[in-house]
């Protein structure tokens, strides 16, 4: 393979995993866009039907000043709304219209609602600011060491230091398209054409003498509209970082030419196909004109010109401490370089594989041995289950420590696929005896279930990876159901699981059935069928299997093993 086929495979790969980033901001977007929805749904309603006489309301009823109590009643609404304003930090001009709002005399009807919807508005523009800064950050870091990362593997290492919290700070604040604006400022642009599309579609409403379902249907046009346009910038963001991050990688490794790279397929436009392959100097280099993105959803990446040849095993880098060269794996993995060239440590191979396959890990708190067990179990019980190996592959999974002094650890998800969030106390696996003689003491006690004493280490996690288990069967059972039906139909189905697992049991032990299970199990995993799962796999995997931990293997085996 050439130096060109090698980097447009490996750059076009580098381009699809930044805009995927994208995709998962837009899921998170359109939730919160279809809260604001409901919430501003609710608002008109109840406004409209407050004031309408026979189920109509006018345009000249809805202009009536309020009268003495009702302003008494909105001044205290007011104050809420300045509160949380602060609170929340939403933007000056907001916080000024409620001051201006709280010292008048009068107010009218129609200004009583419009002032609670651009509440809603506020904070979905304040919600949506803060989420695209922290997604664009972490693009444009990401491209800047992984860009850095595949062209070193031609080029050999040089000196690279860490991207600068400051430097982030300005190019997340830099203008860079056409209008002069930054993405901020494009997110309170949409919040002011949302607030203003909403009030002409009221008053229309009001003048046409249309009913609440008329205007509800227009509302909630005008919010999709919104919506559409804030992924189209989520898209067109994070494909300017993703490509701004390459381009400054470059300039700090000395490329001095990319080289344009379009996917070439019935959906590339006419504008991409034609600069395909073609040669910018870095110093003429600038995204949206000589350089991607050229367009809205443009999918057209750069890929750095060099003479070095890719096919070699080994090839020359320079220790960026020492400045002498040295020779390295052909096939290094990012994460071993980032942390040898960059950071200057090397992590355990736990660590590195469960990263690579999607896992965000910060355990770094916990004492080495309890750490490295629980890396250690993590490993294993993904490597156990293909469907878990494949569900953190496309959603991630967060594991880290907190400062609980309740519980040892935690599990939290989301009615919908995401990333998981596995959370172990450090306070309370802080030491190893103790850890050993509190899950033999909760045995004793029948409160948590039988865990031989070289596996003690890793109850917690192994109890809390039945959790993610779980949630991904739940996940695969409920796929496509919509959202407000979720969460009773999750509880259905993990009772029905708890009744497969049982039946499991049945089949390893005749006696075992669902009116004598409850013996088997700890009076934790008796407290729901949430923790049974749980309990069993912590059971399961900590060396001492009961037929309940048997019967949960026995199933797992089965659901992995199913399409």
Request: some cysteine.
């Amino acid at each position: 393979m050439n130096n060109q086929a090698y980097w447009s495979r490996r750059f076009e790969n580098l381009k699809n995993e930044q805009m995927k980033r994208a995709e998962l901001t837009n899921a998170e977007l359109k939730k919160l866009y279809e809260q604001a929805l409901q919430e501003a749904h609710d608002e008109a309603l109840a406004w409209y039907q407050r004031y309408a006489k026979e189920n109509n309301l006018t345009l000249r009823e809805a202009r009536k000043q309020l009268d003495a109590r009702e302003m008494r009643a909105f001044k205290m609404t007011l104050e809420e709304f300045k509160r949380l304003a602060k609170q929340k930090n939403l933007s000056p001009e907001y916080q000024r219209l409620l001051e201006n709002a709280s010292i008048r005399v009068r107010l009218d009807r129609s200004q009583v609602l419009m002032i609670k919807l651009r509440n809603i508005i506020e904070k979905l523009a304040k919600e949506q600011q803060v989420r695209m800064e922290e997604v664009l950050k972490k693009t444009y870091e990401d491209s800047y060491y992984k860009a850095a990362y595949e062209t070193q593997k031609v080029s050999g290492n040089a000196p690279l230091t860490e991207v600068q919290e400051e430097t982030v700070r300005k190019v997340l604040s830099k203008p860079w398209a056409a209008d002069g604006r930054d993405f901020s400022a494009r997110i309170w642009g949409q919040r002011d054409t949302l607030v203003n599309a909403l009030q002409i579609e009221i008053t229309r409403g009001l003048i046409s003498h249309k009913g609440t379902g008329t205007i509800a249907k227009r509302i909630a046009k005008r919010f999709n509209t919104s919506f559409s346009n804030a992924s189209r910038l989520v898209e067109t963001e994070v494909a300017y970082f993703q490509e701004r991050g390459m381009l400054d990688s470059f300039a700090a490794l000395g490329v001095e030419q990319v080289r344009l790279l379009a996917v070439l397929d019935n959906r590339t436009s006419e504008m991409c196909q034609e600069l395909d392959g073609k040669i910018v100097d870095l110093k003429d280099a600038k995204p949206g004109v000589t350089t991607p993105p050229f367009h809205c959803y443009c999918r057209t990446t750069v890929v750095p010109v060099s003479e070095f040849d890719s096919e070699e095993s080994t090839r020359a880098a320079r220790d960026p401490k020492t400045g002498k060269t040295v020779y390295v794996p052909g096939d290094l993995t990012y994460k071993a370089w980032y942390n040898k060239y960059v950071k200057g440590t090397s992590e355990p191979d736990e660590v590195e594989y469960l990263k690579d396959i999607g896992f965000t890990i910060d355990l770094s708190v916990l004492p080495d041995e309890i750490r490295k067990a629980n890396l250690s179990e993590a490993v294993a019980v993904v490597k156990a289950n293909p469907k878990l190996l494949q569900y953190v592959k496309q959603y991630g999974l967060n594991l880290a420590t907190d400062g609980s002094a309740t519980h040892y650890g935690t599990t939290s998800y989301w009615l919908i696929p995401k990333e998981i969030d596995v959370k172990l106390s450090h306070k309370l696996l802080c030491d190893e005896v103790t850890i050993k003689a509190a899950v033999a003491k909760q045995f004793a006690k029948g409160y948590k279930m039988q865990a031989a004493n070289g596996e003690a280490l890793h109850y917690t996690i192994s109890h809390e990876l039945g959790h993610v288990l779980e949630t991904v069967a739940l996940y695969e059972r409920t796929q496509g159901l919509p959202t407000w039906v979720l969460q009773a139909e999750l509880k259905k189905q993990a009772k029905l699981i708890r009744k497969e697992v049982v039946a499991c049991a049945n089949e390893i032990d005749k006696t075992v059935n669902f009116r004598t299970y409850r013996k088997y199990l700890s009076l934790y995993g008796q407290r729901n069928e949430f923790e049974f799962f749980a309990e069993c796999h912590a059971n399961m995997r900590c060396g001492a299997p009961n037929v309940l931990g048997k019967a949960l293997k026995l199933w797992l085996e089965r659901w992995n093993k199913d399409g």
